[in-house]
């Protein structure tokens, strides 16, 4: 089975700095996706953004970035000009084998500072 | 519609007792997903409708949760004789084979809370 393994709990960045969230995964399939979610205090889950696995460019989505690194097996979010709204719970995910359902880590909770 | 819509939004209920979840997903996403999170934890995978195939049911945790999707559409996830441990938000999801890349949008959820 897949498994995502987030090792910061929690991070704090100050406003207008760059910080990156960790990720690394484990998986048996030649061809997946890696997915950041964000969860607000208000709970909702937002994608942010997507990797494919055979895509040969880091994913960029305005400021948020993954540094990808197939060889490694890691995908870490980088956030670039931290902003206040920014303060959540960030997920990683990766689709089970076979393609669903989506297996989440345990988050990492990021908090800016103004 | 145009979201994930989950209803109650939240919910109380005393032990021992039936509920039932209601998730209706994005018109014309062929997945519906479910997941529970427990406080300050991740998601924990429950069940995945696809289409018209056997839903699989290897999350869930015990023979008291089962789900239904009616008609492709609206899906119900009920606890029979609820316990304390179930207390947790319930998220439900649908997805898009087409918008595969854009993973799965999630509904605003329903917080049990069992008493």
């Known amino acids: 089975a897949q498994k995502i393994t987030q090792t910061q709990p929690g991070m704090f960045v100050q406003e207008k700095e760059a910080v990156t969230l960790d990720c690394t995964y484990d998986?048996?399939?030649?061809?997946?996706?890696l997915f950041w979610y964000k969860q607000p205090s208000s709970g909702e889950m937002i994608f942010l953004i997507y990797q494919g696995s055979y895509d040969e460019q880091n994913a960029t989505e305005g400021r948020y970035s993954l540094n990808f690194q197939k060889a490694r097996k890691s995908a870490n979010l980088v956030i670039s000009a931290s902003q206040l709204g920014d303060s959540a719970m960030y997920f990683c995910?990766?689709?089970?084998?076979?393609?669903?359902?989506?297996?989440f880590g345990k988050g990492t909770r990021l908090s800016v500072i103004a | 519609g145009a979201g994930v819509s989950q209803s109650p939004s939240n919910k109380v209920t005393e032990k021992g007792k039936d509920v039932e979840l209601r998730c209706d997903p994005i018109s014309g996403h062929t997945a519906l997903y479910w997941y529970r999170q427990s406080l300050g934890q991740g998601l924990e995978f429950l069940i995945y409708f696809q289409g018209n195939s056997a839903p699989d049911k290897s999350g869930l945790p015990s023979d008291r949760f089962s789900a239904e999707r009616t008609g492709g559409s609206v899906s119900t996830l009920t606890i029979q004789r609820t316990q304390q441990e179930d207390s947790a938000v319930y998220l439900c999801?649908?997805?898009?084979?087409?918008?595969?890349?854009?993973?799965?949008?999630f509904g605003s959820g329903t917080r049990l809370t069992v008493v």
């Open positions: 995910a990766i689709p089970n084998s076979g393609n669903t359902p989506l297996v």
């Open positions: 998986t048996s399939d030649q061809s997946y996706g």
């Open positions: 999801a649908s997805s898009s084979r087409r918008e595969s890349n854009y993973g799965y949008t």
